[in-house]
Nanobody
Framework: QVQLVESGGGLVQAGGSLRLSCAAS????????MGWYRQAPGKERELVAS???????DYADTVKGRFTISRDGAKSTMYLQMNSLIPEDTGVYYC?????????WGQGTQVTVSS
């Protein structure tokens, strides 16, 4: 069973930066795409950023120009560089890896941006 572990969350002031990491417990094969979701209190989980196996990226309009998703395919590791953070970025961030078979989710990491 593959486990995804997120790290890098925490408390930061508005305007600051954080870098989230998502590491898999073992190499994952046949990856279609990887992504980061977030869930703010009282809101539904939303897609923040995604990256395909070929490296094509996509971002939610609310984070374009501020967040950057990247991956290390050889290690099945994914990152989310978050700059110019605003209080609206607060939430639990989850990573997901989608393969030709199952999808895998991390347990989430809390990001809190203070004003």
């Amino acid at each position: 069973q593959v486990q995804l572990v997120e790290s890098g969350g925490g408390l930061v002031q508005a305007g600051g930066s954080l870098r989230l990491s998502c590491a898999a417990s073992r190499t994952i094969f046949s990856i279609n795409n990887m992504g980061w979701y977030r869930q703010a209190p009282g809101k539904e989980r939303e897609l923040v950023a995604s990256i395909t196996s070929s490296g094509r990226t996509d971002y939610a309009d609310t984070v374009k120009g501020r967040f950057t998703i990247s991956r290390d395919g050889a290690k099945s590791t994914m990152y989310l560089q978050m700059n110019s953070l605003i209080p609206e970025d607060t939430g639990v961030y989850y990573c997901v890896v989608r393969t030709a078979g199952p999808s895998y989710w991390g347990q989430g990491t809390q990001v809190t941006v203070s004003s």
